[in-house]
């Protein structure tokens, strides 16, 4: 991990949870007197922070960009993204999801609070001014899929090894106990109208914890456009396919061999067959 200097801000708690035992409105500074761990360079806005009493890392999200010397860049494609920067709808919107799909027994991050940092952005080219929103959450593992390449062999046998506890199949190759983990958690959003709408290797954990829910829709929480809200149908088969794209990442990972006929067959037996894809 790489140690980042950060500065303690006011803030405002907007939401919080029974697992939030600690503040860490932290924001990116090269003259602060706190430090933030950026877990690999491909983590562009989120640092952990600190550790639980039961040894989980706390993660913070929104704290400023970690890609450059500067806190925020603004891109022009999308008017209200600032990059490093964390939008108080999609705070809001990851936190409420993430709490909904834990409850229904997917393996998630644990949500502990939103902040809001008494530190006005201005935006000149949009003439808009914006405070930063923080996402804070713990996690069992701080290092996910992607950050694979920058993990030791060693760091990433010591994850694999706790997942014997979730083999409740007997599966002796790791890449299908990951597969069981991550297509039962799929049957269980899909079966209740969830859209996490962004299923890829850099929103798990290397303890199979799906993270990022920013995108997500869930019932209680639609899309407050029609468009998106319309088209939420047509989007479910894409997540069956991005997660077997997961999966063989993963397996790529642990240079194992994928055996595609018992993987399909893993699929189906989640009520997901691939077959109907087939041309």
């Known amino acids: ?3 980042v200097q950060a500065i303690n801000m006011n803030c405002v708690v907007l939401k919080e949870t ?16 706190k430090t933030m761990w950026q877990v690999s360079p491909i983590h562009g806005r989120s640092y952990v922070v600190g550790r ?34 964390l939008l108080k709808e999609d705070a809001l919107r990851d936190f409420h999801c ?14 502990e609070c939103v902040l809001e940092l008494d530190y006005l952005i201005h935006v000149a080219k949009t003439n808009v001014d914006r405070n930063p929103f923080l996402l804070q959450y713990n996690v069992e593992c701080p290092y996910r899929i992607s950050d694979a390449p920058f993990m030791t062999r060693q760091q990433i046998t010591e994850e694999v090894n706790k997942w014997e506890k979730m083999n409740d199949k007997g599966f002796d190759k790791d890449y299908l106990i ?14 209740h109208e969830v859209l996490h709408n962004a299923l890829t290797y850099e929103n798990l954990t290397w303890a199979l914890e799906l993270l990022d829910f920013e995108l997500c829709r869930t019932n209680q929480h639609p899309y407050t456009k029609e468009d998106y809200e319309r088209h939420v149908c047509d989007l479910y088969d894409r997540e069956i396919i991005d997660t077997y794209r997961n999966i063989i990442y993963i397996a ?17 037996e989640y009520g997901f067959d691939l077959n109907k894809f087939k041309l």
């Open 98 to 111: 993430g709490q909904e799909v834990q409850a229904l027994g997917v393996k998630t991050n644990h949500m």
């Open 252 to 268: 790529g990972c642990l240079n194992e061999l994928v055996d595609f006929k018992q993987l399909d067959g893993l699929f189906l």
């Open 1 to 3: 991990m790489i140690a």
């Open 178 to 191: 990951a597969a069981n983990v991550l297509i039962r958690n799929l049957r269980i959003m899909h079966d």
């Open 18 to 33: 029974v697992e939030r035992k600690l503040l860490y409105p932290y924001l990116r500074s090269e003259h602060g007197d």
């Open 52 to 85: 639980t009493g039961d040894g989980r890392y706390v993660v913070s999200k929104g704290n400023g960009l970690g890609y450059t010397q500067h806190k925020f860049l603004y891109t022009s494609e999308q008017s209200a993204d600032v990059w490093g920067l």
